[in-house]
C-alpha cells in the first residue's frame, strides 16, 4: 500500500503533520487502561483551548464531523420540538435534516449561496418561534461563507434557545469562541483546520446544554451518541464505565494535533488563515476568477471559487490531481460543476502551497480544453 | 507520548500488528481521490472473506462496533415493529436496547447468563410473534458464550423476518457463515480478532435487507447510518457521493489487517484461535479456577473465569497490569467484582501469551490478599 503524495487542498481532510501520523502508529492502551486517561484528559484540555470554553463537558465523539452534529442534536431535540436552522449552503441543510430526524418542527432563516445568514432575520425567527434549538453554520464548507455569531449570540443566550454551532471547518481556521459567544453545544471534525486524520468529531456542550439532555423526557434516539451514558466514560472520578470502546490510534492522532495548534499557538495559526488566505484571494482574483462568497465574510481557509464558463470544471480538477499533486473540492449543490473548493487548512496552509496551487493553475487554465458536451 | 507496553488480553482492543500500525501512520488520500478506491474495495472484498458472504452491501461503518449494533437496527427497524432478541449477557441487553430507541417493540428471549439461547426457544419465539427482525449475539463479550446460530438461520430464513447477528467479538475468531447461515446483517468491530484498532464497524447487508431499508416508509432516524445515504459513496459505479469523510488512516489499517488475516488464511485462524483457548481453558482449571460459560459452548477467544472467593480481584487485575504488563477484563453485570475476561484475540492469541498470562496468575494468586472491607 503505497498511495500517491498528495497536496491536499480540498474541503478536508487535510495535510496532516508526520507527528500526528506518527502517533498514530504507537501501540495500543486498552480504553479504560488508567495510563490512558491522561491522553483523554489532554484532548479535553486542547479542546477547550481551541473552542474558548471552561465547558468541563469537551470531548471527541467516536465518528466523523457530520456525527458531532448528530450528537449535538439528538441529544438536545425531543420530539415535537421546535427548531429553527439557518440554511445559505449544504451544511446548514443537512442540519435541519437531522433535526427531522430527531422529531423537530424545523423552521429554517434561508439565504443565497455564498451570502451569511442576516443575523436580524435569525435573531427575529427565534424570538417568533421560541424554539428549544437554534442551530447555525459557522463555516459553511459547501460556499465559503464566514457566518458572524456574536450578536446571535448575545441575542439567544437571554432565552430558553440553545445555539448549536457547526464548527467543523471553523474550529482552528478563524476565531471560534464558544463562551464568548454564548454557543451552547458546538461541534467539529479533525480533518479540517486541526490537521488530524477523519474520524473524530470534537465537541462541547455548555452546562446548560447537559443540563437539558439530564431532563429529557424521552431517550435519546441513539445509543451510541447518548451524552448521559458516555458521561461514565468520559468523567473519570468515579472511574470509567465502559460505554463503547474508544478509538485509541485516532485519540493518539488528536491529541498530537492539538499539542501542534499549542505549540504554534491558537493566535498565530488563526494569523497564519487570515494572511494566506487573503494571499489566495487575491491570486485567483488576479488570475481573473471570480470569488463566490460576499466580499467581508470569506473564509481564508475554504474558498469557493467560480472556473470560467468555457472550462470543464471536472476535468481540469483531474489534472490538477494526476499532473500536479494537488487534490481541490468540486463545488457542491448551487455551484456544481461551475466552481471549485479550495482548502487552506491546518498543516496545507502554508505559503508554498498558495505559490503551487496559483502556478498549477496558470499553468492549467493557458491550456484548458473547452468542456465537451455529454452525451 | 510514549505509552506503556501492554500486552492486551481484555475484551478489546487486541493487540495490533506493526503492519497495522504502520499502515495508519501514511499519508492520506482524499476520500474521494480515484486512488482510494481500491483501498475501498480491498477492504470489501476483505470483509466478504471474512464474513462467509457474497453481499455486495459489505463495508465499514466510520464509527465503532456499537454503532454498528445501532446501523443495523435503525436501517430495518421502522417505529412499531416487533423484534425478537436473545438477551444472555450485556449485549444482547444492549441490542434490545437500541432496538426500543429505533422504536420497535422488543420480545426477549432469555437465559442465564454463561448459557446459551436456546435455538428452540428463539425459533419459538420468532413464530409466535412474527417480528420484522429478529437480533442474536453470537459470541457474547460479557460471559464467552458460543451461540448456536445455523439452525436458527435456516428457521428464520422462511420467514419475513430479518436476522441480525452480533459478531463483534466472533468475527476472525470462530467461523461466522452469514450466507450459509441466512443472516441479513451482520455487523462486527476492528478490535477484536481482526487486530485492528478500534474506530471501525465492518457491516455486511444481505439482498433482502438492502430491499427492506429501501422500502421503509418513514426516514432512518440517524442520518449518519443511513444505509441508502451511505450507498451513495460506497456504490463507486456512478461515482462517489459525498456523504460524510471516510477514516482515511482508519481504513488504511482495516485493509491491512485484513490483508494479514488472509496471508494467515481463515481457516488457519480460526483453528489457532480454537488450539490456544483450548490450552487456555485447561490451564485455568488446572490453576483450580471455574470457567463461567457452559462446556461445549466456550468462546476460545474470550473466557470468563471466576477468581477465588478471597480474592480481590480488583486489585489482582492492578497488579497483573502494572507488575506483568497484561491487561484483562473485569465482569460485566452479573460477573462483576468476582469474575475476569480473558481475551485471545486475533495478533494476541498466541502460545507465549497464554503461557505467560498462566504463569503470572499462578504467582498473583500465590501471592493473593483478601479482599478488604471497602468502608
Same mark, same amino acid.
Given at each position: 500500500?503505497?498511495?500517491?503524495?498528495?497536496?491536499?487542498?480540498?474541503?478536508?481532510?487535510?495535510?496532516?503533520?508526520?507527528?500526528?501520523?506518527?502517533?498514530?502508529?504507537?501501540?495500543?492502551?486498552?480504553?479504560?487502561?488508567?495510563?490512558?486517561?491522561?491522553?483523554?484528559?489532554?484532548?479535553?484540555?486542547?479542546?477547550?483551548?481551541?473552542?474558548? =470554553? /471552561?465547558?468541563?463537558?469537551?470531548? &471527541?465523539?467516536?465518528? *466523523?464531523?457530520? !456525527?458531532?452534529?448528530?450528537?449535538? #442534536? +439528538?441529544?438536545?431535540?425531543?420530539?415535537?420540538?421546535?427548531?429553527?436552522?439557518?440554511?445559505?449552503?449544504?451544511?446548514?441543510?443537512?442540519?435541519?435534516?437531522?433535526?427531522?430526524?430527531?422529531?423537530?418542527?424545523?423552521?429554517?432563516?434561508?439565504?443565497?449561496?455564498?451570502?451569511?445568514?442576516?443575523?436580524?432575520?435569525?435573531?427575529?425567527?427565534?424570538?417568533?418561534?421560541?424554539?428549544?434549538?437554534?442551530?447555525?453554520?459557522?463555516?459553511?464548507?459547501? =460556499? /465559503?461563507?464566514?457566518?458572524?455569531? &456574536?450578536?446571535?449570540? *448575545?441575542?439567544? !443566550?437571554?432565552?430558553?434557545?440553545? #445555539? +448549536?454551532?457547526?464548527?467543523?471547518?471553523?474550529?482552528?481556521?478563524?476565531?471560534?469562541?464558544?463562551?464568548?459567544?454564548?454557543?451552547?453545544?458546538?461541534?467539529?471534525?479533525?480533518?479540517?483546520?486541526?490537521?488530524?486524520?477523519?474520524?473524530?468529531?470534537?465537541?462541547?456542550?455548555?452546562?446548560?446544554?447537559?443540563?437539558?439532555?439530564?431532563?429529557?423526557?424521552?431517550?435519546?434516539?441513539?445509543?451510541?451518541?447518548?451524552?448521559?451514558?458516555?458521561?461514565?466514560?468520559?468523567?473519570?472520578?468515579?472511574?470509567?464505565?465502559?460505554?463503547?470502546?474508544?478509538?485509541?490510534?485516532?485519540?493518539?492522532?488528536?491529541?498530537?494535533?492539538?499539542?501542534?495548534?499549542?505549540?504554534?499557538?491558537?493566535?498565530?495559526?488563526?494569523?497564519?488563515?487570515?494572511?494566506?488566505?487573503?494571499?489566495?484571494?487575491?491570486?485567483?482574483?488576479?488570475?481573473?476568477?471570480?470569488?463566490?462568497?460576499?466580499?467581508?465574510?470569506?473564509?481564508?481557509?475554504?474558498?469557493?471559487?467560480?472556473?470560467?464558463?468555457?472550462?470543464?470544471?471536472?476535468?481540469?480538477?483531474?489534472?490538477?490531481?494526476?499532473?500536479?499533486?494537488?487534490?481541490?473540492?468540486?463545488?457542491?449543490?448551487?455551484?456544481?460543476?461551475?466552481?471549485?473548493?479550495?482548502?487552506?487548512?491546518?498543516?496545507?496552509?502554508?505559503?508554498?502551497?498558495?505559490?503551487?496551487?496559483?502556478?498549477?493553475?496558470?499553468?492549467?487554465?493557458?491550456?484548458?480544453?473547452?468542456?465537451?458536451?455529454?452525451?
Amino acid at each position: 500500500m503505497f498511495p500517491p503524495e498528495r497536496i491536499l487542498m480540498g474541503p478536508g481532510p487535510s495535510d496532516v503533520h508526520p507527528a500526528v501520523l506518527r502517533a498514530q502508529s504507537q501501540p495500543l492502551l486498552g480504553h479504560l487502561d488508567p495510563d490512558f486517561t491522561p491522553v483523554l484528559e489532554q484532548i479535553a484540555s486542547g479542546l477547550r483551548t481551541v473552542f474558548r =470554553t /471552561g465547558n468541563p463537558v469537551t470531548f &471527541a465523539v467516536s465518528a *466523523t464531523g457530520m !456525527a458531532g452534529m448528530e450528537a449535538a #442534536l +439528538v441529544n438536545l431535540v425531543e420530539p415535537g420540538d421546535d427548531v429553527v436552522v439557518g440554511v445559505n449552503g449544504v451544511f446548514g441543510g443537512r442540519m435541519a435534516e437531522v433535526a427531522r430526524r430527531a422529531g423537530a418542527t424545523v423552521h429554517t432563516v434561508e439565504a443565497d449561496w455564498g451570502r451569511i445568514i442576516d443575523p436580524a432575520a435569525f435573531i427575529d425567527a427565534v424570538e417568533r418561534h421560541r424554539p428549544r434549538v437554534a442551530g447555525l453554520v459557522h463555516a459553511e464548507t459547501s =460556499t /465559503g461563507v464566514h457566518q458572524p455569531v &456574536a450578536e446571535i449570540g *448575545t441575542a439567544v !443566550a437571554d432565552t430558553d434557545t440553545l #445555539l +448549536v454551532l457547526d464548527t467543523v471547518t471553523s474550529l482552528a481556521g478563524v476565531d471560534v469562541r464558544v463562551d464568548d459567544w454564548g454557543v451552547d453545544v458546538a461541534y467539529s471534525g479533525t480533518q479540517k483546520c486541526l490537521s488530524v486524520p477523519p474520524g473524530l468529531a470534537p465537541i462541547t456542550f455548555s452546562e446548560r446544554a447537559v443540563q437539558r439532555v439530564r431532563e429529557r423526557t424521552t431517550p435519546v434516539q441513539s445509543w451510541y451518541l447518548d451524552l448521559t451514558l458516555l458521561l461514565g466514560y468520559l468523567d473519570g472520578r468515579g472511574g470509567r464505565t465502559y460505554h463503547h470502546t474508544a478509538p485509541i490510534s485516532s485519540l493518539y492522532g488528536l491529541a498530537t494535533g492539538l499539542d501542534l495548534v499549542l505549540e504554534e499557538g491558537l493566535e498565530a495559526r488563526l494569523a497564519r488563515h487570515a494572511t494566506l488566505g487573503a494571499l489566495l484571494h487575491e491570486g485567483l482574483e488576479a488570475l481573473g476568477l471570480e470569488l463566490l462568497a460576499e466580499p467581508g465574510h470569506r473564509l481564508p481557509q475554504l474558498t469557493t471559487v467560480a472556473l470560467p464558463d468555457d472550462v470543464d470544471e471536472a476535468a481540469l480538477r483531474a489534472r490538477l490531481l494526476t499532473e500536479h499533486g494537488i487534490e481541490v473540492g468540486a463545488g457542491l449543490g448551487t455551484f456544481a460543476g461551475r466552481a471549485w473548493r479550495i482548502g487552506l487548512m491546518g498543516h496545507a496552509c502554508s505559503e508554498r502551497n498558495v505559490r503551487l496551487l496559483l502556478a498549477a493553475l496558470e499553468r492549467l487554465l493557458d491550456q484548458a480544453p473547452a468542456p465537451t458536451a455529454t452525451t
